[in-house]
């Protein structure tokens, strides 16, 4: 089992930034690809970012590239995802998510998910 928190999430103005954090625990020895995903009100959950094992390729989604970077500290077990110029449509519960299969750019080849964090975004 992989146990992953989120933190870092909050109320921000419009064009301010973040910078979410996912701490992995549990049985980290496997080679996990992390990502990120968010979900708001009566949408889907969509993919945000996803970095691999190593940290060496990520994948971002149309709608956040340039504005996010995710990163990962393999050392601490941590993986972060930089986001700045936030946008109002940016407001949604954000969930860390560890797979197997990577990349993971889907939400059906998550194996494990963390409990989400709220990033609310104010005009």
């Known amino acids: 089992q992989v146990q992953l928190v989120e933190s870092g999430g909050g109320l921000v103005q419009a064009g301010g930034s973040l910078r979410l954090s996912c701490a992995v625990s549990?049985?980290?020895?496997?080679?996990?690809?992390m990502a990120w995903f968010r979900q708001a009100p009566g949408k889907e959950r969509e993919f945000v970012s996803t970095?691999?094992?190593?940290?060496?390729?990520?994948y971002y989604a149309d709608s956040m590239k340039g504005r996010v970077t995710i990163s990962r500290d393999n050392a601490k077990n941590t993986v972060y995802l930089q986001m700045n110029g936030l946008k109002p449509e940016d407001t949604a519960v954000y969930y860390c998510?560890?797979?197997?299969?990577?990349?993971?750019?889907?939400?059906?080849?998550?194996?494990?998910w963390g409990q989400g964090t709220q990033v609310t975004v104010s005009s």
């Open positions: 998510a560890a797979g197997s299969t990577i990349p993971v750019m889907k939400a059906s080849l998550v194996n494990y």
């Open positions: 549990g049985r980290t020895s496997g080679s996990y690809g």
């Open positions: 970095i691999s094992w190593s940290g060496g390729s990520t």
